[in-house]
Structure formats: structure tokens, C-alpha cells
């Protein structure tokens, strides 16, 4: 028995765990699409949970939520991938990789017994007609954005990436990654800064097939940040939301809301989230 | 013929037991493919010719790839199996590289290659298959397979249509078979040497255009995948077109 | 031949499974597209059986699908060819189906049933406008593919792409063609099959597909100025016997 009270209680547990994940923030210009994410380790010995899988030459996402839930995911699209090229001899376009997705967790809110995905990505890719960046949600919704962040504390970034889109809607991929990690740097804490280990970046495009930077290759990116010692980029600015730019021309999720609230940056919860 | 047939006077012509049809699943799409080994590079090379018996389908059809990694590959024989057996193999260095984060060894692709082929050992791909790139000491190497996925390594090897006139050149001309010092009544034998890359490759073409000359099956078109340390390139040289 | 009263006429063992049968189709690139032909005859053994078979298949925006072979896996493939249409236009995001997608698809569908052993029996050429770059590529029964600047299945293999490789030798050739002589080259190859082809026929479909004008079909084109006064010369056959 599935109750619809208005929503669904199980995607609506789902859409909590992608709050708990670590942020990720997404940017397409026609040309390219740039990922960058924020790595989490559980501990201070441990290592940091991945959050940028490529899918092919042309696709890649980023997750926040149940990680495991984004393998299976991200194998599900380098199968659909691969079948493209082997079917067809064709990129998969990043609409279709979308639409796919979308589907398959859309079932997984209607099957008895099932539970929904725990994670949400940011797809971006490049095809013949141009370079895409889409949001996936474990409900089954699936929009296309220029910009888009998700995870926890993203509110801020999302903020950012609101009163810059329209001046970087013709940026270089060099601006659109310097850009993606000013959004980024937003959704720390005061306590956190950006660092090689911490941060992951990626871009797919015209004439670039996906690359992902990790640890050493990241510090030249990050060396581009305002010399402001990597700190926010106006004052005040940080964290939270601050005035009342949410959620008019964002998507319809009520959870947005929620995050203006202070949030545990690793909360202590039953699952583990990235 | 069965009982039940009328007979037709013919009786003496026709068979007197029922005609089996059976689908033949194999062709034969000529051409000929030679792998080269030097000290820091390696060649593969294959004529460009693709025909199916005294007819030339295509003067260009391509038969020798680059699969990523710094390896080349080529699957000489039935083209449709050489195909499959070429995009499946690069398919599978795909998800090497998911799986392992990694460029693959050129002994590990070979080994590989042998389990493709071998699984299907009773359906067999129709090709004789040859991979070149660098070892992991850096220098060149060549692997040539069976159609079953026996395999070895070895420093020059040819397949296909003209296998059989190109290979005791090159056991001559890369390995110096029969060839001894002067002066010393074949008692000793010439010392083994690399050859330089401008060698091989004009070995390579003279290889090619002795074949051309002497076999239907090969010509139109010679193009050389050159494997080194910077990667790979490739060299294109007209054949006779007769 | 086989002169039993019995067999004579019937599809022999080399046509296994071709019941209905249609031959020949021919095309050729020229320097803003494509031009492809072929007749509407469709026959059993030597019986012309069908007299308005159509064989070109337009599929996508800029693509054609030629078929020639047997006539119900021909029909099968052209039921594919709308659903991988259909499925295409599902999707609706934007991105064209190109000649080169449905080659590779028929080519995949070819190759997998020649490896169940339960072969498609046809031959194939898919031609069409890839990104304003001519597009020519051959599949067949086998899961064999081949590219040229002119292909021709059938009989035409002997016939016709002869007569073409005269108007366009080599791939630089075709930016030196325009329509007219495409065209006319592929009018006068249909002209020759019906010649020489038993089983052929002088109607035929002829379809162009160019930037300017995309995909063209013209139906029911009649072979002119026939000229059969070389019938009376020919001796040894039938019952001109000196």
C-alpha cells in the first residue's frame, strides 16, 4: 500500500539523504559543463568518498546522498552507454542519460517493497547539441539548469550561481571552473576551506572529453581563487540563505527552505551519506 | 531425391540423396596484416583492400586500430568477426579503465585477447589477430594469436591472405635467417640487431608490394600504425590498384 | 545450369531461402550527397513474380535504406527501420538519426542473427547526409560492412560498380561530381542491369539526397533509349544454335 499523504513519505526521506550529503555544485554554458564537488571523509585517517564518476567520454555526474545508490546508478548509464556506441556507434545524449534515470528511480516510488534511491546527481555532458547539465532527483524529476547545486548547505551556492549566471552564460572553462568553485567555497562552513584533498572538479565539452582532477592536479584551480585567502566572496554571505533571492526561479522542492536552517555539516545519522 | 518425386528422365543428374543446405556464417575478406617490433616502438600495418572472392567491395576499408592505452590491433580473415572481435576488446579496455583507473599492460590485453577468442572456442571468430605496442620495460612488442586464442610473442609476425609469402622475408630480414657472417663458410651466423623505424617501415612497404604483386587479395592501399613512447601515429602508402 | 524439368526455374542451392528475390541496387556519392537506385522487380526463381517491389526505403531526415535479397526479411527489415524511427522519435531531444546510426543498428541486427545461424537474407546499403558529408556503407547477411565512394549489391557488384568507379575512383574524387552525372551514371547502370540481369527490370526507384533539396524520391522511372539490336548477333544460346 503505497499512501500519497500528499507526498511520498519514502521520497521524502530520500530527498533528506541528499541534504546530507556533501555539496556539489553543477554549470553548463553551450559549450561546456564543469562539476565541482566537496569530498567528505569520514575520519580524519580515512579517505574521501569520490563524488565525480565519469560515465563516458561525453557524460559524468556528481551525487550527494547514498553513495553506494549512485554506483548502481552510474553503472546503469555506463551500460546505457555503451550500448549507445555499440547499437548505434553514438555519444549518449545527456537528455536521454537523464530521462533514463529518471524512469528507473521513478518505478522504484511505485513498486511495493522497493525504496527510492538515496542520492541525487547532477548530470552534465556534451552532444550534438550542445553541453548540458541536468538535476536528478530520487521522486523521478529530472530539469535541465545553466546552474545547479545540491547537498548540504548548497542553498549558498545555488545563491551564488543565481547572481552570476547571466555573466557566465559565455565564460571560457576556465572562468566556468573558477566559477563553479566561488559557488562552491559558498556552501562551507566558516570553519572549512577548500583544499587538494577536499575538492573535486571536472568539465566535459566542446573538443574536451570528460576530465576529472583530483588531489595535486586540483591546487592549480584552486590557486585561481581570489588571493582573498580562499575565503567567501562577500562578506557575510556565507552558509545560510540570506535574503529573500530562494526559491523563485528554483525548482519546486519545499526542502530548501529547511536549509536556511544551521545544519550538522556530518550529521550523526543512521545512513551514511556523501 | 525422394520416392514420392516423379521421375523426370534426368534421374542420372540429379543427386540421389536429399541436398543439405547449410548457412555458411564465414567469408573470406582477404587482405594482409605484419606486426614489427624495435627497440622503443613498434609497427602494425594491413593493405587497405576488403573483398569477398574476385570482387574488391572497398580500395578503403581500414583494418587496423588504434583501441587506446598505447596498443594497436588488428583481426585479419572474416571482417564482420574481426570487427566484433576489435570494438569488443575496446569496449572491455573501457571498463578496465572504470574498474582499475589504469592504462592496461600490453601482456595483460594480450591475455585478454586470448580469453575473448577462446570463449568462443566452438564458434570460432575467423581471424588471425595480431596486437603491437610496448611492454612495460618500454620496448616494442608484438603478440600474434590463432583463431582459438593460442598465443605468443614474438618480433615480427604476418597474417592473413599473404602470411605465407611475407613471413620467411621477414624471418630473413628481421631475424636473419640464413643469414651468415661473409668469409666464414656458413659457420657463423649474423649477429642479431634492432632495426631503426625508418628500416622497418620500408621493409613494411616492400613486404607489402611484393604482396600486392603476387596476391588478388591485398593491395589498393598499405597504412602502418606506428606504436612509441609519444604514442600513435599513422603512415598512408598507395598500392598497385590492378 | 540444371536442365531438370523439375528444378529448372527454381531458386538454386547457392538462393537457398531466397523464394523472393530482388536484385541489383546501386549508388554512388557525388560532391552534395548521394544518389541510390533500384528496380521494383521482385522474382520467384525465374518467374517475375512482382512487378512493383519497392526497395528504397527513406529512414530518418537524410538517410536511405537500400535492401535487396529475400523479400520477407526485406519487409522485416523495413518494419525495424520504422520502429527504430518511432523509438527515435520518442526520444525528441534533439539530435538527428543519421544514415551512420542505422548502419551500425542493421548492422549489429545482421551480424547477431548470422550468429544465431538464422541469417537475415539480404544485402544492404544504407546511404545518406551525415552532417552535409556524403554517407555510403554496405551490410549484408554475414554482418559484413564495407564503405566506398560506390557500392552496388547483386549483380550490380559486377556491373555496375565497374561503370561507376569510371565517374568516381577514388574518395577525392567525389567533390569533382555533381548530380547530373551521378545521376545519369546510376540511370545508364540501371539501364546495363536490365541488360545483362535476368532478373531484373528497366522500372525502377530512383532517390537523391542532397543539402539543398534533401531527400528526393522519384518512383517509377523507366530505363530509355533501349537498344537490343545486339540480341540478333548473340549465337549459341537457345534455339540459335550457329
Not at chain 1, 9 to 15: G, R
Not at chain 1, 23 to 42: D, F, I, Q, S, Y
Request: aromatic residues 10%; charged residues 25%; negative net charge.
Amino acid at each position: 500500500m503505497v499512501i500519497l499523504s500528499p507526498t511520498l513519505q519514502q521520497v521524502e526521506y530520500a530527498l533528506e539523504a541528499i541534504k546530507q550529503g556533501s555539496a556539489v555544485v553543477g554549470l553548463a554554458t553551450k559549450e561546456h559543463a564543469v562539476l565541482v564537488a566537496l569530498k567528505r571523509n569520514a575520519e580524519e585517517l580515512g579517505s574521501y568518498q569520490k563524488k565525480i564518476i565519469k560515465v563516458d567520454e561525453n557524460l559524468g555526474i556528481a551525487l550527494a546522498g547514498l553513495a553506494p545508490d549512485a554506483r548502481v546508478l552510474s553503472n546503469f548509464l555506463r551500460e546505457q552507454a555503451m550500448s549507445q556506441r555499440m547499437i548505434y556507434n553514438r555519444a549518449l545524449s545527456v537528455e536521454k542519460a537523464s530521462n533514463l534515470l529518471a524512469d528507473k528511480a521513478q518505478k522504484n516510488t511505485q513498486s511495493y517493497g522497493g525504496r527510492p534511491y538515496g542520492v541525487g546527481l547532477l548530470v552534465v555532458g556534451y552532444d550534438e547539441t550542445g553541453a548540458h547539465l541536468f538535476e536528478f532527483q530520487p521522486s523521478g524529476s529530472v530539469l535541465e539548469y545553466v546552474g545547479a547545486a545540491i547537498g548540504a548547505r548548497s542553498q549558498a551556492g545555488r545563491t551564488y550561481l543565481e547572481r552570476n549566471f547571466e555573466s557566465y552564460a559565455n565564460a571560457t572553462k576556465e572562468e566556468l571552473i573558477v566559477h563553479g568553485l566561488n559557488a562552491l567555497r559558498d556552501t562551507l562552513s566558516q570553519d572549512k576551506e577548500l583544499n587538494s584533498k577536499n575538492t573535486s572538479i571536472a568539465i566535459v565539452g566542446k573538443d574536451t572529453d570528460f576530465t576529472l582532477w583530483d588531489d595535486d592536479d586540483v591546487q592549480p584551480w584552486l590557486n585561481k581563487l581570489d588571493s582573498t585567502s580562499n575565503a567567501r566572496t562577500s562578506g557575510g554571505n556565507n552558509g545560510g540563505d540570506d535574503d529573500n533571492d530562494d526559491d523563485d526561479n528554483n525548482n519546486d522542492e519545499s526542502g530548501d527552505k529547511s536549509e536556511t536552517k544551521p545544519e550538522e555539516e556530518n550529521s550523526e545519522d543512521k545512513m551514511e551519506t556523501d | 531425391m525422394s520416392a514420392a518425386t516423379v521421375n523426370s528422365g534426368y534421374q542420372s543428374e540429379t543427386h540421389s540423396t536429399p541436398i543439405e543446405h547449410r548457412f555458411n556464417p564465414y567469408s573470406d575478406n582477404g587482405g594482409t596484416i605484419l606486426g614489427i617490433a624495435g627497440e622503443d616502438f613498434s609497427v602494425l600495418a594491413g593493405d587497405t583492400r576488403h573483398t569477398v572472392g574476385y570482387s574488391i567491395n572497398s580500395r578503403y576499408e581500414p583494418k587496423v586500430f588504434d583501441a587506446g592505452d598505447n596498443i594497436v590491433v588488428s583481426a585479419n580473415g572474416f571482417s564482420a568477426d574481426g570487427n566484433a572481435l576489435v570494438s569488443r576488446f575496446k569496449n572491455h579496455l573501457k571498463w578496465y579503465h572504470f574498474n582499475n583507473n589504469k592504462k592496461i599492460s600490453l601482456s595483460s590485453a594480450a591475455r585478454f585477447i586470448q580469453h575473448m577468442l577462446y570463449g568462443k572456442r566452438f564458434f570460432p571468430y575467423y581471424v588471425h589477430t595480431i596486437i603491437a605496442g610496448l611492454d612495460d620495460e618500454g620496448k616494442g612488442a608484438v603478440y600474434s594469436f590463432d583463431p582459438v586464442g593460442s598465443y605468443e610473442r614474438e618480433q615480427c609476425r604476418a597474417g592473413g591472405a599473404a602470411a605465407s609469402l611475407i613471413m620467411p622475408f621477414l624471418d630473413n630480414q628481421v631475424n636473419f635467417k640464413n643469414q651468415y657472417e661473409p668469409g666464414t663458410d656458413g659457420k657463423v651466423k649474423k649477429e642479431l640487431k634492432y632495426l631503426s623505424l625508418e628500416e622497418v617501415i620500408q621493409l613494411v612497404r616492400d613486404a607489402f608490394s611484393s604482396a600486392t604483386e603476387r596476391h588478388i587479395h591485398v593491395g589498393d592501399g598499405l597504412e602502418i600504425l606506428i606504436v612509441t613512447k609519444d604514442g600513435v601515429r599513422t603512415e598512408y602508402f598507395d598500392l598497385k590498384r590492378d | 545450369m540444371d536442365h531438370d524439368p523439375f528444378r529448372w526455374g527454381r531458386p538454386n542451392d547457392q538462393h537457398y531461402g531466397q523464394y523472393n528475390n530482388a536484385i541489383a541496387n546501386a549508388a554512388i556519392k557525388y560532391k552534395d550527397g548521394i544518389v541510390i537506385a533500384a528496380d521494383n522487380l521482385g522474382s520467384y526463381g525465374s518467374l517475375a513474380r512482382f512487378t512493383d517491389v519497392e526497395r528504397l526505403f527513406p529512414t530518418g531526415d537524410n538517410a536511405v535504406v537500400g535492401i535487396s535479397g529475400d523479400i520477407s526479411d526485406l519487409q522485416y527489415v523495413s518494419r525495424l527501420l520504422d520502429d527504430l524511427e518511432i523509438e527515435h522519435n520518442y526520444d525528441s531531444d534533439g539530435h538527428q538519426l543519421k544514415a551512420s546510426h542505422i548502419h551500425e543498428y542493421l548492422q549489429k541486427v545482421f551480424y547477431h542473427r548470422r550468429s544465431k545461424m538464422d541469417p537475415l537474407w539480404n544485402s544492404v546499403i544504407v546511404a545518406g547526409l551525415d552532417d552535409d558529408k556524403p554517407f555510403l556503407k554496405y551490410v549484408d547477411l554475414l554482418g559484413v560492412t564495407y564503405s566506398a565512394p560506390t557500392l552496388a549489391t547483386g549483380f550490380g557488384a559486377y556491373l555496375a560498380v565497374p561503370l561507376l568507379r569510371k565517374v568516381v575512383d577514388k574518395e577525392e574524387d567525389v567533390a569533382n561530381v555533381d548530380e547530373e552525372t551521378a545521376t545519369n551514371a546510376i540511370r545508364e547502370c540501371m539501364k546495363v542491369l536490365y541488360y545483362r540481369d535476368a532478373r531484373s527490370l528497366d522500372k525502377y526507384t530512383l532517390v537523391t539526397i542532397s543539402k539543398t533539396n534533401g531527400v528526393k524520391v522519384e518512383k517509377n522511372q523507366q530505363s530509355k533509349e533501349q537498344s537490343w539490336r545486339f540480341a540478333k548477333d548473340i549465337k549459341g544460346y537457345g534455339t540459335q544454335v550457329v
